[in-house]
């Protein structure tokens, strides 16, 4: 790739210094116009300071305004970008006429700054692309760094479907020019003068020629275009697998170890919320921009054959990434309460994370929630589409839609007055205090709509496990169930998946935990060393395992 084209997609504070660079002593424009010419040339032969290159320095200097006035004369540019050249012309020739030598140092200087700003790049680059990179920079830091640098390259992407648009309809006419032209030659035959027939069929082939090698720079352009937007979706992919695998899940363990306390983390999930936003937009302009290359590509036909495969999938390439996107930015945001007794009221709250950029809010989609148990919950985490979502219980007020809160921005869906009136347990199970205590639920949020009529989307998503009681001497128990599925589940387990042990210091730290936000207090080293001495009877605990049925004794 040349060097000006690596120049271009740069971002942020080094495109801002590329800028810098050039101004009225070195206009940007004739950078642009005369990337390969300059970049092919021997500026580095040539010392500024050495009175001897003076001959060679105006030599360069004659030839970039030739390949200037070349560019003018060619007739293949727009007549406002013709007089824009000559314009430059007479202004990189009045000014270095004289003293070529300047205008050497001055591009001498250009080229090696552009060498330096695009290895910083490419720098960055790598390091965002890298587990170690990622660590280094921070994951926070490395997604802004990459989320900027995929927008510059979808902003120059945009362009270059612009030009591409632009060239094929100047191809259209030109072909149609050839066209007549051939029509003149055929129709007129006796009625040109051989001097006449033998201008007209010069000029055919002129344009014929020229014509040829319009479609070759169209192919290696759509080909260059498609490999941008392949890049660019993996850049895309790699900055959404961060946001979501990893700082999504790790704001869904803070929730899970907070339980039913408000979690803390309500600024990372608004950060979370921004980040999302700006990965649906950036999916969203690639979308347009990618159906448009699509278009294009089908009205004029031109042999592809040696394109990869990669290139004829974009679109169901963005259509994925933004699916997987839409689905797993509907969370619960404010879980309901994980001991859950029947004919009591309670509240739940789920939140879109990209609705507003999209306007999925415009079409006020409806959320349903619905009761179910563990085998059903196993089926939809295994299979998202599974349609093994039928209640388990009776819910009122289970129904209603997405609202968009001005002040927020947030997309979301509160319900303030659900109540459970019955639930129907597992039919292999006896019956019994215990067994009641340790059967777990889960709510399941769903919702359905369609962005901008384009595209249809299904949303799921599952609450914490719940435990169902009836009356309060189930209460400590059902506790003990839901103390150890939150303490102790591994983030992404199939639900609702917990050891059946664990090491004493490992229990004693969740239990501690788990005072201090019952309590506002948390357990002195004086009280665990009482509930150890309950629990086991050796001293040296730091090996020992507590088993999950012992867990009741302690709450």
């Given at each position: 790739?040349?060097?000006?084209?690596?120049?271009?997609?740069?971002?942020?504070?080094?495109?801002?210094?590329?800028?810098?660079?050039?101004?009225?002593?070195?206009?940007?424009?004739?950078?642009?116009?005369?990337?390969?010419?300059?970049?092919?040339?021997?500026?580095?032969?040539?010392?500024?300071?050495?009175?001897?290159?003076?001959p060679q320095?105006?030599?360069?200097?004659?030839?970039?305004?030739?390949?200037?006035?070349?560019l003018?004369?060619?007739?293949?540019?727009?007549?406002?970008?013709?007089?824009?050249?000559?314009?430059?012309?007479?202004?990189?020739?009045?000014?270095?006429?004289?003293?070529?030598?300047?205008?050497?140092?001055?591009?001498?200087?250009?080229?090696?700054?552009?060498?330096?700003?695009?290895?910083?790049?490419?720098?960055?680059?790598?390091?965002?692309?890298?587990?170690?990179?990622?660590?280094?920079l921070?994951?926070?830091?490395?997604?802004?760094?990459?989320?900027?640098?995929?927008?510059?390259?979808?902003?120059?992407?945009?362009?270059?479907?612009?030009t591409?648009?632009?060239?094929?309809?100047?191809?259209?006419?030109?072909?149609?020019?050839?066209?007549?032209?051939?029509?003149?030659?055929?129709?007129?035959?006796?009625?040109?003068?051989?001097?006449?027939?033998?201008?007209?069929?010069?000029?055919?082939?002129?344009?014929?020629?020229?014509?040829?090698?319009?479609?070759?720079?169209?192919?290696?352009?759509?080909?260059?275009?498609?490999?941008?937007?392949?890049?660019?979706?993996?850049?895309?992919?790699?900055?959404?697998s961060?946001?979501?695998?990893?700082?999504?899940?790790?704001?869904?363990?803070?929730?899970?170890?907070?339980?039913?306390?408000?979690?803390?983390?309500?600024k990372?999930?608004?950060?979370?919320?921004?980040?999302?936003?700006?990965?649906?937009e950036?999916?969203?302009?690639n979308?347009?921009?990618?159906?448009?290359?699509?278009?294009?590509?089908?009205?004029?036909?031109?042999?592809?054959?040696?394109?990869?495969?990669?290139?004829?999938?974009?679109?169901?390439?963005?259509?994925?990434?933004?699916?997987k996107?839409?689905?797993?930015?509907f969370?619960?945001?404010?879980?309901?309460?994980?001991?859950?007794?029947?004919?009591?009221?309670?509240?739940?709250?789920?939140?879109?994370?990209?609705?507003?950029?999209?306007?999925?809010?415009?079409?006020?989609?409806?959320?349903t929630?619905s009761?179910?148990?563990?085998?059903?919950?196993?089926?939809?985490?295994?299979d998202?589409?599974?349609?093994?979502?039928?209640?388990?219980?009776?819910?009122?007020?289970?129904?209603?839609?997405?609202?968009?809160?001005?002040?927020?921005?947030?997309?979301?869906?509160?319900?303030?007055?659900?109540?459970?009136?019955?639930?129907?347990?597992?039919?292999?199970?006896?019956g019994?205090?215990?067994?009641?205590?340790?059967?777990?639920?889960a709510?399941?949020?769903?919702?359905?709509?369609?962005?901008?009529?384009?595209?249809?989307?299904?949303?799921?998503?599952?609450?914490?496990?719940?435990?169902?009681?009836?009356?309060?001497?189930?209460?400590?128990?059902a506790?003990?169930?839901?103390?150890?599925?939150?303490?102790?589940?591994?983030?992404?387990?199939?639900?609702?998946?917990?050891?059946?042990?664990?090491?004493?210091?490992?229990?004693?730290?969740?239990?501690?935990?788990?005072?201090?936000?019952?309590?506002?207090?948390?357990?002195?080293?004086?009280?665990?060393?009482?509930?150890?001495?309950?629990?086991?009877?050796?001293?040296?605990?730091?090996?020992?395992?507590?088993?999950?049925?012992?867990?009741?004794?302690?709450l």
């Amino acid at each position: 790739m040349a060097l000006w084209e690596k120049a271009q997609q740069l971002s942020g504070a080094l495109l801002e210094e590329l800028k810098g660079l050039y101004g009225a002593h070195f206009p940007i424009e004739v950078r642009h116009y005369l990337a390969l010419w300059i970049e092919s040339q021997p500026w580095s032969e040539i010392s500024p300071d050495n009175p001897y290159h003076q001959p060679q320095a105006a030599k360069q200097l004659d030839m970039l305004l030739r390949a200037l006035q070349e560019l003018t004369i060619s007739g293949n540019e727009a007549f406002i970008i013709r007089t824009q050249l000559e314009g430059l012309r007479t202004h990189i020739m009045n000014l270095y006429q004289n003293r070529p030598l300047e205008l050497v140092r001055i591009i001498q200087n250009c080229l090696l700054k552009e060498s330096e700003l695009v290895k910083q790049h490419d720098n960055l680059n790598m390091l965002v692309a890298s587990p170690q990179g990622m660590q280094a920079l921070g994951n926070s830091s490395a997604i802004q760094r990459g989320l900027e640098m995929i927008s510059r390259l979808t902003q120059n992407t945009q362009e270059e479907c612009h030009t591409l648009h632009t060239r094929q309809e100047q191809f259209v006419i030109q072909y149609q020019e050839v066209i007549k032209l051939q029509g003149n030659l055929t129709q007129g035959q006796g009625q040109h003068t051989p001097e006449q027939v033998e201008e007209l069929q010069k000029r055919k082939e002129k344009m014929e020629a020229h014509l040829a090698r319009e479609v070759e720079e169209m192919h290696r352009f759509r080909k260059e275009l498609g490999e941008r937007y392949h890049k660019c979706l993996q850049d895309i992919s790699k900055i959404q697998s961060i946001v979501l695998d990893q700082e999504l899940t790790s704001w869904k363990r803070t929730q899970r170890l907070c339980g039913q306390e408000e979690n803390p983390n309500k600024k990372e999930l608004d950060q979370l919320q921004q980040w999302c936003e700006q990965l649906a937009e950036l999916l969203w302009r690639n979308r347009i921009q990618i159906r448009q290359y699509e278009t294009l590509r089908s009205h004029l036909l031109i042999s592809d054959s040696q394109q990869p495969g990669p290139f004829n999938n974009l679109m169901k390439t963005v259509n994925e990434l933004l699916n997987k996107l839409i689905t797993e930015c509907f969370i619960v945001e404010k879980q309901p309460p994980q001991v859950m007794k029947t004919n009591n009221r309670f509240t739940a709250e789920v939140r879109l994370l990209v609705g507003s950029k999209l306007n999925i809010h415009m079409s006020t989609p409806e959320v349903t929630v619905s009761i179910i148990n563990e085998k059903q919950s196993k089926a939809i985490f295994h299979d998202p589409l599974s349609t093994s979502n039928e209640s388990v219980g009776e819910i009122l007020n289970c129904k209603k839609n997405m609202e968009y809160q001005q002040s927020s921005r947030n997309v979301c869906c509160k319900f303030n007055f659900m109540q459970l009136k019955r639930v129907k347990r597992a039919t292999d199970k006896k019956g019994g205090d215990q067994t009641v205590t340790e059967e777990k639920f889960a709510l399941l949020f769903q919702s359905n709509f369609s962005i901008n009529g384009e595209l249809d989307v299904s949303v799921k998503c599952l609450s914490l496990p719940v435990v169902v009681v009836v009356h309060g001497s189930q209460q400590p128990a059902a506790e003990a169930t839901i103390f150890w599925d939150n303490s102790f589940a591994e983030p992404d387990r199939e639900p609702f998946i917990v050891p059946d042990s664990v090491p004493w210091p490992s229990f004693a730290d969740s239990l501690n935990r788990y005072f201090t936000q019952q309590t506002g207090k948390g357990l002195t080293q004086k009280n665990l060393e009482y509930l150890a001495r309950r629990l086991m009877s050796i001293q040296n605990r730091k090996n020992c395992y507590i088993v999950k049925c012992y867990c009741v004794c302690c709450l």
